[in-house]
């Protein structure tokens, strides 16, 4: 089980993130349980040495409204004590001023069981292993 706290009075909670690319980069991202796909910047794709592929294309909902966006997959993401190989990322820009370098979604979280104890100000994240269904 993993442990992490964070500032409730910041209104996100800022997880480093390391991805491994051509590169390795360790950045800050959002955690987002809204967020269905994780997000990264074109330039942390770049960082990586990645190109997104022109054909690779997604629709995502964003809070001014439906986009297409490029796709890329990633070799390796770790983050929360976890990773995960083979991920697709979405090159999508976040506004200048949020600080962050993406949004890390529910295609990473959603493969672990993860508490929010706000009332002690921490995340709990424990490994998740799917069962195949009889």
């Not at 500032?7 to 480093?16: E, T, Y």
């Not at 040495?49 to 966006?69: F, N, Q, R």
């Not at 997959?73 to 949020?98: D, F, R, T």
């Not at 962050?100 to 100000?121: M, R």
């Amino acid at each position: 089980m993993a442990r992490y706290k964070f500032d409730l009075k910041s209104g996100i909670i800022p997880v480093n993130v390391e991805l491994h690319g051509e590169r390795v980069l360790t950045t800050k991202m959002v955690l987002d349980t809204g967020a269905t796909f994780t997000i990264v910047s074109w330039d942390v794709a770049d960082l990586l040495g990645y190109t997104p592929d022109s054909e690779s294309k997604i629709k995502i909902i964003t809070a001014s409204g439906t986009e297409t966006v490029k796709t890329f997959k990633i070799k390796k993401l770790k983050a929360l004590g976890q990773e995960a190989s083979n991920m697709k990322l979405v090159c999508h820009n976040l506004p200048q001023e949020s600080g962050i370098d993406g949004l890390l979604g529910l295609d990473f979280i959603s493969k672990f069981n993860l508490y929010f104890l706000f009332c002690h100000v921490k995340l709990l994240l424990f490994l998740f292993i799917h069962q195949k269904e009889k």
